[in-house]
């Protein structure tokens, strides 16, 4: 597999010769200094992208409430990327229940720090599947994940803002480890191509190596048909 890849001075910007975009996770366990997301950045093109997730401090610490504070100091952190900065991602603990109050607060902040910077958000209480949630969603044009495995019903489709597309794949029927047949990876590839929006697509199922393989698998059926 490490054949398929360019040449580069880290794993990194050898990865950056064949995918134009990451996720980074661990963002969401300890901030980063600044040295770090300016290697970064010199180590990719100009074109590519990182998706960044928000702290758990202020996802499962604080659940959302008055972190305005926190909101700031993870801008503040994560400005080195400059232009390169793609979606936030806001992952809500399972037990955090859709509260209009709470996230019409703490999404209004987002927007108001971040501006039109992509935002999306991977719920995983069911009533963040209801039309209200859906609404504020929308108003606050925020895309709502599609998970697989879903933690409730709907989690599987994307929602929201309907801008963006955020697929994040855990691995099923082992989240984490499992990887996706082709017939999946067919259809991933087809709905990705027959919806004119930006999409992105995690494979997170990392603990068994299967996520490289997958992207891989994916990316070449997309440029088969692109």
Same mark, same amino acid.
């Given at each position: 597999?490490?054949?398929?890849?360019? $040449?580069?001075?880290?794993?990194? &910007?050898?990865?950056?010769?064949?995918?134009?975009?990451? #996720?980074?996770?661990?963002?969401?366990?300890? *901030?980063?200094?600044?040295?770090?997301?300016?290697?970064?950045?010199?180590?990719? *093109?100009?074109?590519?992208?990182?998706?960044?997730?928000?702290?758990?401090?202020?996802?499962?610490?604080?659940?959302?409430?008055?972190?305005?504070?926190?909101? =700031?100091?993870?801008?503040?952190?994560?400005? *080195?990327?400059?232009?390169?900065?793609?979606?936030?991602?806001?992952?809500?603990?399972?037990?955090?229940?859709?509260?209009a109050s709470v996230a019409g607060a703490f999404f209004a902040g987002m927007r108001r720090r971040f501006g039109d910077r992509p935002i999306v958000c991977e719920p995983r209480h069911a009533s963040w599947f209801a039309s209200? &949630? #859906?609404?504020?969603?929308?108003?606050?044009?925020? &895309?709502?994940?599609?998970?697989?495995? =879903? *933690?409730?019903?709907?989690? $599987?489709?994307?929602?929201?803002?309907?801008?963006?597309?955020?697929?994040?794949?855990?691995?099923?029927?082992?989240?984490?480890?499992?990887?996706?047949?082709?017939?999946?990876?067919?259809?991933?590839? #087809? #709905?990705?191509?027959? $919806?004119?929006?930006?999409?992105?697509?995690?494979?997170?199922?990392? &603990?068994?190596?299967?996520?490289?393989?997958?992207?891989?698998?994916?990316?070449?059926?997309?440029?088969?048909?692109?």
């Open positions: 597999m490490a054949d398929r890849f360019g $040449e580069g001075d880290s794993a990194l &910007a050898r990865y950056a010769t064949l995918f134009d975009s990451v #996720e980074i996770n661990s963002t969401f366990h300890r *901030p980063h200094q600044p040295k770090t997301f300016e290697r970064w950045t010199a180590s990719v *093109p100009a074109d590519f992208r990182f998706a960044l997730k928000l702290p758990k401090t202020t996802t499962h610490g604080a659940r959302l409430v008055e972190c305005a504070d926190a909101v =700031a100091a993870f801008a503040e952190q994560i400005a *080195p990327l400059g232009d390169k900065i793609g979606p936030l991602l806001v992952q809500l603990p399972p037990s955090l229940a859709f509260d209200d &949630a #859906e609404q504020l969603l929308v108003d606050h044009r925020v &895309a709502r994940v599609a998970a697989d495995p =879903a *933690p409730a019903s709907g989690a $599987e489709r994307p929602g929201g803002w309907s801008g963006l597309r955020y697929i994040r794949l855990h691995g099923s029927p082992r989240i984490y480890r499992s990887s996706y047949d082709d017939a999946t990876l067919d259809r991933i590839a #087809e #709905e990705a191509m027959a $919806e004119r929006v930006d999409r992105w697509i995690v494979f997170d199922n990392t &603990a068994s190596n299967a996520a490289m393989i997958n992207a891989l698998d994916l990316r070449d059926r997309v440029l088969r048909v692109s």
